[in-house]
């Protein structure tokens, strides 16, 4: 099984901050992966498909990058919503769908 | 817009089975695949199982493989996952989603259904 590992587990940050957070694949996954935003109470979103794909409605301040086993989330800009946890997932097509474990990003 | 509410939550003892789901709005349901997602207490996300549109293929997480069954009632859009021999790990919040078209990640998510497996 694929196996998503995400680092830092926690980071503190200030608003108006750039924010990377990284994930790696215990194998390559090509582009297929996705990163979700949640807040305590709320059920997850989904921010960046296909690596650096920005989903609609998602603010530009967010993007994506990477391919086969190393991938990161950038923030540009960080605003007060932004403290919440994010998420890596791969989705390789092989009948799996796995969670990196989430980066809690907090207020510094 | 679209809308999952998750619904069949609740406390059971270890070995009892309940049956969780979702009603879906919003979309053409039986042209999507659909997915159940677990969060225990304090933790992260779980991928549990996948569905396809036409319920021609089913997908599990190895947690939970052998005891829990997904399905999917086009006519009524309703998602369903049966859960039997529930253990104290299954103890989450449990939550459906919609995929992207293809194997693809979940674009839309319920608000979630609380299953509770304590004596």
């Known amino acids: 099984d694929i196996q998503m590992t995400q680092s830092p587990s926690t980071l503190s940050a200030s608003v108006g901050e750039r924010v990377t957070i990284t994930c790696r694949a215990s194998q390559s996954i090509s582009t297929w992966l996705a990163w979700y935003k949640q807040k305590p109470g709320k059920a997850p979103s989904l921010l960046i498909y296909?690596?650096?794909s920005l989903e609609s409605g998602v603010p530009s301040r967010f993007s994506g990058s990477g391919s086969g086993t190393e991938f990161t989330l950038t923030i540009s800009s960080l605003q007060p919503d932004d403290f919440a946890t994010y998420y890596c997932q791969q989705y390789n097509g092989y009948s799996t769908w796995t969670f990196g474990q989430g980066t809690k990003v907090e207020v510094k | 817009e679209v809308q999952l509410l998750e619904s069949g939550g609740g406390l059971v003892q270890p070995g009892e089975s309940l049956r969780l789901s979702c009603a879906a709005s919003g979309f053409t349901f039986s042209t999507y695949s659909m997915t159940w997602v677990r969060q225990a207490p304090g933790k992260g996300l779980e991928w549990v199982s996948v569905?396809?549109?036409?319920?021609?293929?089913?997908y599990y997480a190895d947690s939970v493989k052998g005891r829990f069954t997904i399905s999917r009632d086009n006519s009524k859009n309703m998602l369903y996952l049966q859960m039997n021999s529930l253990r104290a790990e299954d103890t989450a919040l449990y939550y459906c989603a919609k995929l992207m078209p293809g194997d693809s990640p979940f674009d839309s998510w319920g608000q979630g259904t609380l299953v509770t497996v304590s004596s």
């Open positions: 569905i396809t549109g036409g319920s021609k293929k089913t």
């Open positions: 296909k690596a650096s």
